[in-house]
């Protein structure tokens, strides 16, 4: 199982929309969740992206709340503690 979602990142000509494929036939297909929200940059485009049952494209800002670095690990509170840069909002 795997859950991957992108948020309000540059995505550069790195992203080759031609060359994704499938790992292990359709396992990961069935047990992913690949979700994409108000990205930017070449490789941001939503035109050629894959038709597979776990890849979503998010538009509402509601969806991804939970998502986000603030809500996930509690950012407010913890990322005091950390050695890096990082901003929430």
Known sequence: YSRNIIIESYLG???DLERWS???RTFTLDTMYYAKFANRGSGASKKGRVKWLGY???TNAVEVQNFIVKSFIHGKNDIHNWRFH???A
């Open 13 to 15: 000509d790195l992203i």
């Open 56 to 58: 979503y494209v998010l």
């Open 22 to 24: 499938e790992f292990n």
């Open 86 to 88: 990082l901003f929430v």
